[in-house]
């Protein structure tokens, strides 16, 4: 026969078991905050169907990133912003060509075709984006001599777009991270927040990676070793 204390332990793991989903589904749903900050990386028509550097299925981000967005009083967007003749660009390596790499002084390069060169439609923002909200337009890559990816740092590792004082600034503690490319501008811009102190979230399907090389599961490994948490849109709260 049980007794009283077996009874007890019983119904207490019958209970548990009842409220399990429903705790586990609320813990789920993340409901971004005047201190979190949506950015939207480099969605721009280079890099969509028909651009000089198209991401496969690049365009499946701009329904989710609309949706996100609303949940978001903070969304910062970049722009890959690059000179002609850019130093990433094949084009200007003689007997190169693009997804090769070579040797800067900052270190390794991806060459890449040329691609969101100033004032050209390529280097515009996709027209189906629809964040009015947005706060900031960072620009970055457009000092000749050094790429950018991350939208905190230059490739160099040490010059600052100026994005981590901005939003230390406005008292941002966790910024969510999407566009493209993941293994790229995305990967690089969780990194370097997480480095500036900031918790990071990178939305999964709100990404396309273009995966050269194995890139696409070394960012995702990077990331994961330094903290980065790897959700779904569907995991953050929006308003109807």
């Given amino acids: 026969m049980l007794d009283r204390r077996q009874i007890l332990a019983a119904l207490g793991t019958t209970a548990l078991a009842t409220l399990a989903p429903t705790a586990l589904f609320a813990a789920a749903s993340i409901k971004p905050d005047d201190a979190s900050a949506l950015l939207v990386i480099d969605v721009q028509n280079c890099f969509l169907p028909g651009g000089s550097l198209a991401v496969k299925e690049g365009e499946q981000v701009v329904p989710v990133i609309n949706k996100m967005a609303k949940a978001f009083a903070n969304v910062v967007m970049t ?51 629809a964040i009015p909200h947005a706060e900031l337009i960072i620009r970055k890559g457009f000092h000749k001599d050094v790429d950018s990816y ?34 790229f501008c995305v990967a690089w811009t969780a990194l370097d927040a ?40 569907s995991d953050i709260a929006v308003s109807a």
Wanted: proline share 3%.
């Fill in 79 to 129: 722009q890959d912003w690059h000179t002609p003749g850019h130093v990433s660009f094949a084009s200007v390596h003689s007997g190169k060509k693009p997804f090769e790499t070579i040797d800067l002084p900052y270190g390794k390069q991806v060459l890449w075709p040329d691609h969101c060169v100033q004032g050209t439609d390529g280097a515009s923002l996709s027209k189906d984006l």
């Fill in 194 to 233: 997480r480095k500036a102190g900031f918790e990071v979230y990178v939305v999964e399907d709100a990404c396309r990676g273009i995966d050269t090389q194995g890139s696409l599961a070394k960012a995702w490994a990077d990331m994961a070793k330094a903290g980065v948490k790897r959700i779904q849109s």
């Fill in 150 to 183: 991350s939208a905190f740092l230059e490739a160099d590792g040490k010059t600052s777009t100026g994005l981590a004082g901005y939003l230390k600034g406005r008292k941002i503690k966790r910024v969510f991270v999407a566009g493209l490319a993941t293994d």
